[in-house]
Structures are given as C-alpha cells and as structure tokens.
C-alpha cells in the first residue's frame, strides 16, 4: 500500500504537531495557579518596597504604553529591564513585580515593562513599544537615580524574543548611544517567528511573512553587539530547544558573543523562577552582565 503523503506544514511537521510544540499551557496544565500566585507575590513585592516602587510610569499615550520601576534605594546602581511573556497577546507588567526581590536586594534597580498587545497592534508596534520604553527609561535614568549606561535587558518566552529586538535595535538612528542595551539574556525565547506565523497562535498574533521576517531576530544578526546569554528549560518542547540551538549558531557565526546556559530540567514557565535564584547560574550570569 503507497505511504499516504503526510501534510508537512513546518519542518516536517503536520498542524497539530507543530501546534502542540508551540502549546505551552497545555505542556503546563497548572499554569492558572502560577499565574495567581505571581499576581500575589508581586503585590507583596509592591507593597514592601513602598517608595521605592514606581508604578505606571507612562513612555508613552496608550493604556499598555507604561512601566513599573523597582529602585533599590542607591544612586548609581545598574538597571535590568524585565520584559514579559505571554505569546505579545497576553499578560501584564502587575504579575511580575516580584522578580524584582533579589535585585534590589543585591543593589540592582529593575524595571518591568508593558507592551500593548496583539491583536489589537502588529508585532512591529509591539517591538516599537519595547524600544520606546528603553529610551524612556535612559533619558530618565538621572530622574530616578539608577546609571543609564548599565542598562541590561532580559525577558521570558515572548520577552525573550523581545530581548534579542532591543540589542539588535540601530540605537544611533533614534539618537542614542549604540550601545545603549549593555547585554542581554533571554530565556526561552523565539528567535524564528516564521513556525508562529504557521501555527495556531498566529489567529491573535496576525504576523504575515513580511513582518515574520522582518522582526525574527534570526534573520537580522548585526555586525556588532554586547554578550548575549541564552537558556531555555531542560524539558521544554523540541522546538523551543532547536530556536535556541539555531540562533546561537548563527550569533556565533557572525563572530557574536554567545552563551548558552543548559538545564537540566524546567518547564517554561520555570525559567523565571530560575532566573531569580541568587544562587543560579541565570541570576549570577545577569549580574555580571550589569558590572556589579
């Protein structure tokens, strides 16, 4: 009997394949009580910082166009720019305030950005927002007391994809340093937006092949950038591991500076909360980015 032809959509993939690869939520199927308690601890982180929180400072006129900025009390001390997940069609800056605690803690100011979010804008608006935001932030940096040429940047999922846009951003053509982003790490970020573009996600997303391509880091290397530390959880999907695999080498390639940060287990949504263990590898490899 003649093999049926399979109805490849993605790199071999049929629909539902590449669909389940990219389904997070159902890989973590207690992601609403993660959710809630990240809303409970960023209150708490809120409210112990008191004065030292700044909530809703607005970079720009829109609702979502706003941030939240957690100082540790010191001038002078870097700043690490938190960018959210949520697939550029969900979540928000409030659930995320308690990645804040070991920063300051440790003398780091961090900022926490929103984004508005898709469908409602296009992932250009989206990348646009992020930069606005990290301008504001430099410009203002005299304002709330932190060193406006310490400024890392890092970010989940889809904050990490947003992570790798901001460092290849041509700063100079805004009118700031080049180097405005002083190094970056991404955690299970999506550096190839053409499998989103073909999977379920792209009925909220609306990416069409020009955009895909246009904000896929993958295809923009830059000639030039500043240490770039990438990670993704041990037991995520194949192709959160082959988007991360793909575009160290082709960092690398560019003769780029790149490291990649293994675990040994960790969902998605683990990741954070690695991220925020002074005693792991992500948290010391962020520090050093900021030159503490």
């Given amino acids: 009997m003649q093999e049926l032809k399979q109805n490849y959509v993605y790199r071999r993939m049929t629909q539902p394949i590449l669909d389940a690869q990219y389904n997070i939520r159902a890989q973590v199927p207690d ?16 409210a112990a910082l008191g004065k030292n929180a700044h909530i809703d400072l607005a970079y720009g006129e829109a609702p979502l166009q706003n941030l939240d900025l957690f ?10 720019v938190f960018i959210h997940g949520g697939y550029w069609r ?5 659930e995320f305030g308690y990645v804040a605690e070991p920063f300051v803690a440790d003398g780091i100011n961090l900022a926490v950005i929103n984004y ?28 709330y007391g932190f060193d406006a040429d310490r400024i890392v940047v890092t970010g989940s ?4 994809h947003l992570t ?30 053409e499998p989103i573009r073909l999977c379920y996600l792209n009925e909220e997303i609306g990416l069409d092949a020009a955009t895909a391509q246009r904000n896929s880091p993958m295809l923009a290397i830059p000639s030039s950038a500043p240490m770039l530390l990438l990670s993704v959880g041990g037991i995520e999907s194949g192709e959160f591991h082959r ?50």
């Fill in 31 to 46: 992601f609403p009580e993660l959710f809630e308690s990240w809303k409970t601890r960023s209150a708490a982180v809120c």
């Fill in 71 to 80: 100082l540790c009390g010191e001038a002078g001390k870097p700043l690490v």
């Fill in 90 to 94: 969900a979540q928000d800056k409030s």
């Fill in 116 to 143: 508005r979010l898709a469908p409602h804008v296009t992932m250009d608006d989206i990348v646009n927002d992020v930069r606005d935001a990290l301008a504001w932030l430099y410009r203002n940096a005299a304002t």
């Fill in 157 to 160: 999922s889809a904050g990490g």
């Fill in 164 to 193: 790798v846009m901001s460092i290849i951003t041509d700063w100079a053509a805004r009118g700031l340093p080049r180097d405005l982003v002083k190094g970056g790490l991404a955690l299970s970020g999506l550096y190839d937006l």
């Fill in 243 to 292: 988007q991360e695999r793909d575009f160290a080498e082709a960092w690398r390639k560019a003769g780029l500076r790149c490291e990649v940060i293994r675990q040994a287990d960790g969902h998605h949504f683990d990741m954070i909360e690695f991220l925020i263990d002074r005693d792991s590898a992500l948290y010391r490899g962020l520090k050093e980015l900021t030159n503490i």
